[in-house]
Antibody, heavy 122, light 107 residues
Framework: QITLRESGPTLVKPTQTLTLTCTFS??????????VGWIRQPPGKALEWLAV???????RCSPSLKNRLTITKDTSKNQVVLAMTNMDPVDTATYYC??????????????WGQGTLVTVSS | SSELTQDPAVSVALGQTVRITCQGD??????ASWYQQKPGQAPVLVIY???NRPSGIPDRFSGSSSGNTASLTITGAQAEDEADYYC??????????FGGGTKLTVL
């Protein structure tokens, strides 16, 4: 049974760096075709894809946020970490991590964490 | 990231069929996946690939694609299908993107 859980601060100040950890179980990030992604959702707004990292260490970040995002994995700890620099109130959102299945050039997010609300405020 | 466009809102009478669409250039090459999100809950995958349903998703949900448009069809909509629906796909740079979401109302 695959589970994912996001953890990190619920409140950050403007200009600070947000670091979120996704701790998962039920799969290995060293298995071919597996990835873990981050998606966020501001209150009342749409989902926004942020980043994904794959079993083969390939990683992709949203072009609009690329300069602010870093995604890393620790396979031995079953964790994926997302860092976002220079936080702003507009970054207030629920942040989700999700298991990604990659096959034949397509992928989908088939298991999601419950999400963690991060508020950016001084 | 992948640029995907959805209608903001759609309504359907109880028991009728509704189609929710998603448009984007990347859909000519890559499949869309579809997610259902109810208030206060995380999204749930309902359709992926050509037309695949994860375990536990009712068979009234189906997917299709033509040209630059992917569609999610609910045949015989139920009250519990009222939710926000999002499409997702990758683009040619292997970046992802979500559509703006469609709010489905079941009348």
């Amino acid at each position: 049974q695959i589970t994912l859980r996001e953890s990190g601060p619920t409140l950050v100040k403007p200009t600070q760096t947000l670091t979120l950890t996704c701790t998962f179980s039920g799969f290995s990030l060293s298995t071919s075709g597996v990835g873990v992604g981050w998606i966020r959702q501001p209150p009342g707004k749409a989902l926004e894809w942020l980043a994904v990292i794959y079993w083969d260490d390939d990683e992709r970040c949203s072009p609009s946020l690329k300069n602010r995002l870093t995604i890393t994995k620790d396979t031995s700890k079953n964790q994926v970490v997302l860092a976002m620099t220079n936080m702003d109130p507009v970054d207030t959102a629920t942040y989700y991590c999700a298991h990604n299945t990659y096959y034949l050039g397509n992928n989908h997010f088939d298991y999601w964490g419950q999400g963690t609300l991060v508020t950016v405020s001084s | 990231s992948s640029e995907l466009t959805q209608d903001p809102a759609v309504s359907v009478a109880l028991g009728q069929t509704v189609r929710i669409t998603c448009q984007g250039d990347s859909l000519r090459t890559y499949y869309a996946s579809w997610y259902q999100q109810k208030p206060g809950q995380a999204p749930v995958l309902v359709i992926y690939g050509r037309n695949n349903r994860p375990s536990g998703i009712p068979d009234r949900f189906s997917g299709s694609s033509s040209g630059n448009t992917a569609s999610l069809t609910i045949t015989g909509a139920q009250a519990e299908d009222e939710a926000d629906y999002y499409c997702n796909s990758r683009d040619f740079s292997a970046n992802h993107g979500f559509g703006g979401g469609t709010k489905l109302t079941v009348l």
